[in-house]
């Protein structure tokens, strides 16, 4: 697409209400723009970051067994939330919305709904293993609605709801979920650690959580000495508890981090007073057991921009993959010289944003950096003297590092 | 994908609460699930069919010029919606939903919220024109909530919004948006009328609605002799209302029609009250010109189901590109012989359901009816004794229709 037409420009001055890292860079990238406090627009850029992370989220989740996408409604009647019990729970009252003289709650979380259609659609064990996930706008109530996409009071989320008969079969799924969870978190760049914690308003089991380290994260989280595994703060005493000790020596570390990600062992807590039955091999209605999983896909976008971005340089290195944009073409010539070549590549098929404003370089590349896509190439009329554009790995944009790439060589270049 | 693993099996008693067409068909052929009046969960068959409408309604936005999706949020804070003065508006409040213990409206529409957006990140005319949309789910007070997708108190929507400098650039765009319109709703099978209609609560300027003419539609429209224009019953006193006469001769009739898209010119209805201004050539604030296009999404799936279902015989011919599956392969043989074909197809990314069910071959054929995939493809040992696959065009079931395919052709017969 071409830079001119884009909306939402990036900004030199913005609010002072802003502090976080993930705030500050993707509102002055022209990512994000803050409607209220935890509500926010996604403009175009930042729409493309979060349609990236959902296909990575969708590959991934899409290949565990029995597992499919719908999407199921933000509005959520009474009925289904009081036959769990939940309606009236003060824990619940204290997140989920409610819509103003009706009997409907606001989609917080899924769990009444998705044990509703459970019944409504499932009758035997044979239709069983059966996995079902969307990707929704969710409302919860936030006091604290900050951090940018850290904290919302309205986010992007997934959320995956399994059914399975024997306690052994949804085990062996819980399992190969959270190594997924983790293929996620990876191919989004973040190290994410699968931290033991309580089951909060879900759940009287524990789940597990993901929990990226970084700068503002809220959640204090204790951290074996591999660094790998980890006990959230509220399930242990502290570095002493007992707990922790069973790791069998080296050093316990507490660290401050973001919870992205979390999958819930639920037993029959749902299926039992909703009546999520099939029909046994012989014969008996027996509650499923259920589990559920969910990522934040927003929040996400936020814990990426606080690992790889950069308040003072003003730049963000996005991972190759979450980035908005694979290429980004900046036109220095005097006389529109990009312009071919953001049509060839555009023809060929790459993902190209095309600086074609007329602006003075290091504004376009005070933007560029902001945009932080994986490649960055220049055309000017020095590079084309030289033979070609000049080619450079955005996130190291040292002068050395600089290579003169042929335009006929540009495609295999990039790929 | 196998439907022995698709969530939603078809089903053949469903409650008596549904009337419609579209409500019967796609709840019985899996597609959506009823939770409440108007609040519908799409299965995984029914998210398919929305997913290829919103792919056309993309298609065609995104070749509009300086037109782009972004994703505003749903919760609407009072503050946006006072300078507008529709906070208060008595028709506004009989749509809007409000959250309990809250100064947020949920979206039912989102003018307020793109002139925000707009005078927030735009300043100068040079940056003009600007079109923004976004495709997502829209809350509405809904009376008469019933007709499965076509009254919805939630719903999907694709709402778009313009900004001009001029009357005349205004002007032009709207003649673009109607005849993309036009064209997305010829690619969705369905001939939409431009309808002249009132403002209603979002303008004083009459509007442009795109009427699809079916028997459950609850507007009442005049359709000029030629059966390409016509105008809302609204807006006339009846068949002898002098606008109509107009049209010269021939004979104006009513039809009960549904609204699938609207498109309102605003002026500065809502760019005066919020300062919705750039600086104009001369240095002067001016407010822009404004005009809103919206396309109900799910609705149009309804309106699509009404017009090629069929109760009776239990069949739902979808037109190409707006079908659940491309191909629909039915294995009858006895001993699984469709396996390696559906390997094969798959392989060729062909989009393809397999149904490796052990049912009676009625049964499957029965639910193939509501799957209603344009290339119906049937393996059995009949077929591959006569050399390969019997395939038929699923609307065009009689026996002398079908041909047999040799396997090794199957990828160029779906082409």
Wanted: hydrophobic residues 40%; glycine residues 10%.
């Amino acid at each position: 697409m071409r830079q001119s037409q884009l909306f939402g420009a990036t900004r030199r001055e913005i609010s002072q209400e802003e502090e976080s890292i993930n705030a500050i860079l993707l509102t002055r990238g022209g990512y994000i723009c803050r409607t209220a406090a935890g509500v926010t627009s996604f403009l175009p850029l930042g729409l493309r970051v979060i349609e990236n992370i959902k296909n990575i989220v969708r590959a991934e989740m899409n290949e565990l067994p029995a597992t499919q996408e719908l999407l199921m409604p933000v509005f959520q009647p009474k009925d289904i939330w009081e036959e769990s019990g939940r309606w009236d729970d003060e824990g619940m009252k204290e997140v989920m919305y409610r819509v103003q003289d009706t009997n409907m709650g606001i989609g917080a979380t899924h769990e009444e709904n998705a044990t509703d259609l459970f019944r409504k659609l499932v009758s035997s064990y044979k239709e069983l293993p059966l996995c079902i996930y969307q990707i929704q706008t969710k409302f919860r109530k936030e006091l604290r609605a900050k951090s940018g996409l850290l904290r919302g009071r309205e986010f992007i989320m997934k959320d995956l709801y399994s059914f399975h008969l024997t306690e052994e079969g949804f085990q062996d799924y819980y399992e190969q979920a959270a190594a997924a969870y983790l293929r996620v978190f990876e191919r989004c760049g973040v190290n994410a650690i699968r931290t033991k914690a309580s089951g909060g308003i879900f759940s009287k089991r524990p789940s597990d959580e993901f929990q990226v380290i970084n700068s503002v994260g809220e959640d204090t989280i204790y951290l074996n000495p591999a660094g790998d595994e980890a006990w959230n703060e509220e399930m242990v005493t502290g570095q002493d508890d007992p707990r922790l000790l069973e790791w069998g020596g080296g050093e316990v570390r507490p660290a401050q981090a973001t919870e992205v990600g979390n999958i819930f062992p639920y037993g029959t807590r749902y299926t039992v007073p909703m009546h999520g039955e099939v029909t046994d091999e012989t014969g008996q209605k027996v509650p499923v057991i259920m589990g559920a999983y969910g990522i934040g896909i927003s929040r996400l976008m936020g814990v990426i921009t606080e690992l790889y971005g950069n308040v003072e340089t003003g730049k963000i290195a996005w991972p190759t993959g979450i980035a908005p944009f694979k290429v980004h073409l900046i036109d220095l010539s005097p006389d529109g010289q990009g312009n071919p070549i953001y049509d060839q590549l555009k023809a060929a098929g790459v993902e190209v944003l095309f600086d074609d404003r007329d602006r003075r370089a290091g504004e376009k590349f005070a933007d560029a950096d902001l945009i932080g896509a994986p490649i960055r190439l220049i055309v000017s009329k020095r590079s084309l003297d030289a033979g070609g554009v000049e080619a450079v790995k955005a996130w190291n944009i040292s002068p050395d590092e600089r290579e003169i790439v042929a335009v006929s060589e540009l495609e295999n270049f990039i790929r």
